[in-house]
């Protein structure tokens, strides 16, 4: 039979078993708890070092792609710096000579309508010139009346206004008026008069 002190010195190591069961158990709790910690903040510099580093090799990537667009850009000028040049001294050459032309149509197409230079007349809008064929000539020919538009580039297309300019001519819907000045500053003095006849001051 055990003796009472079996019996307690049984009692006693099972409460140190138990005690340091617990002991280990909450060291083992704190170390996973720590482990936790520690891989959450080295989680957390290893997204703050990705995103700095990203950010500077973006960065970096921007800056060659720039410098290497930079001389790209830089070398293809001076490869095509002559046919710009050409190009738009070709395109200055074109709206001067455009513009000289239309100045000067008169006497480039004169000829070819057997039209005297002298019978035309500049308008610009909405047709750039009427010529009165035949007033200028000693000739005894029927006067003619040709309206023109010149166009300076290729495209002979109309704007608007110059089809309903073509259009109204084409169906002879053109007349000739002469106005009175005289009638009408007359005319204007009667009406001025009546208003201030009925007025009452």
Known sequence: MASVLDILLIFVLIIVIVYYVRKVSKLNKQIVDLKTKAQEMGQQTFNQWV????????????EAIKKEYDAKLEQWKQQNEDTIRKDAIQRSINTLLGRIGEEFAPLLIAERYNVNPKDFRHLGTP??????????????IDPEIIFFEIKSGKSTSLTERERKVRDAIKNLKVRYEVISLHDIISEVQRKLNEEINNKSF
Not at 53 to 61: A, D, N, V
Not at 127 to 140: E, T
């Open 51 to 62: 995103q700095q580093y990203s950010q500077q090799l973006r960065q970096q990537m921007e």
């Open 127 to 140: 047709v750039d010139y009427i010529a009165f064929k035949g007033l200028s000539d000693d000739q005894n």
